[in-house]
């Protein structure tokens, strides 16, 4: 942060007190509205026993998401000072570039919205009926768009990534062999190959630097372009200084470049690292393609150098950027995420195994298994959250996953229930208060009733499904 040096003496070795204390003081202040739980279960019921459908007034503890959810610091609101809303050529664009640049160097840098109208300029470039693009887990809204074109999304994490309670580094590695055999057998149908950095449907698992040069070593070989949906690069980066052999001693800048120069491209939601509120961007070192993007982006998101933001937009993000790679941060929010997955596990409350960056991830199928994957126990251990607590959370298992294209129903690979942290925004205090409501749900688990939907839109159903309880 601006004015503040790291300080790297203090390594994760030498801390001995127990406190993850926030490296940050409180400048400004939300109140939360407590709430009783006859009161919630009043407001789910309405909500359809959706969680997304409730009205955040009625949340104590909204770990729905990270995504621009995050606080931003005060050089972010002073950089929101300096936005130059000029329609064409605004100087907070070139703030914004040169912000993107100094972390991912590619040529071209083109704001949007979010991070899925980044997706969807780049798919409907690149995709297409007959397609297919790989990813080591693809994001829903990414998978949405790849589908949307009529291509296919291909998920190809390591083995290791579909058990939820084996322990590894690495855990959103791809599978190097199954993408070779990948480009032999279909290397036509193959646009592009993309790598979630950190997994986040795979639990917010990263990706080493190693896997990273032998997939973009592969995809080169076979003439195709590696972009990265790179939504949380720094936790990412710092997890490969923490757990990659000979990176303990490097600058995450400098690892984030290195991740960046293995990479074609980059996909981009400026809601979670980047610390805004708002913002996307899609970088690109290919010429032509850029140009077609930038075509496609004049469409729906405005002229190139704002793409459906405010220039106050762009210069909070540039600032976020230089704050997001900040040692003392990624220490504090890297430790702040496991505090609560160790204390959920010491509760007997079975995690995704290691914690993950940005969230914990409740292995629901393990936690409720009187309910048949169909029967949807993360929904079930989401309304539990919330009726016990005000805790809002979010399934990501078969409700967000188990409806294919062709309208057919199949179970996700995983029930997971996933606790985001949303950046600088709750305290450790907040934190022991979530762990005192797991405790509280764990009294009761073996009674939670499963859900059934009762009515669906065709593609991601997960925001606007209307459930009931079954019994
Ligand atoms: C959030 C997210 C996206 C989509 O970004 P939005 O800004 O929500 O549109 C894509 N990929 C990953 C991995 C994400 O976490």
Redesign the pocket.
Known sequence: MAGVTDNDAVRPDEAHFRTVMEPFRIHSVEPLRMTTADYRRAKVREAAYNLFQLHADDVLIDLL?D??TGAMSRDQWAAIQHGDESYAGSPSYFVFRDAVRELFPFEHVIPT???????RILFQALGGPGKVVPSNTH????RANVEYTGAEALDLVIEEGHDPALVHPFKGNMDVAKLETLLVQRGSDVPCVMM?V????GGGQPVSLENLRAVAEVAHRHGKPLFL?A??FAENAWFIREREPGQGEREVADIVRDMAALADGM??????DPMGN???WLALADDDLAAQCRNLLILTEGFPTYGGLAGRDLEALAQGLREVVSHDYLRYRIRSTAYVADALERLGMPCLKPAGGHAVYVDARALLPHLAPLEFPGQALAVALYELGGIRSCEIGSVMFGRHPDGSQAPAAMELVRLAIPRRTYTQSHMDYVIEVAERVMSVKDDLPGYRIVHEPPQLRHFTARFEPIG
């Open positions: 998401t995504s621009g919205h979010q991070g899925r109208a980044a997706e994001f829903d809204t990414t979630t950190t997994n986040n449907s949906d939504c949380r996909t981009m939601s400026a809601k979670k708002i913002g996307g």
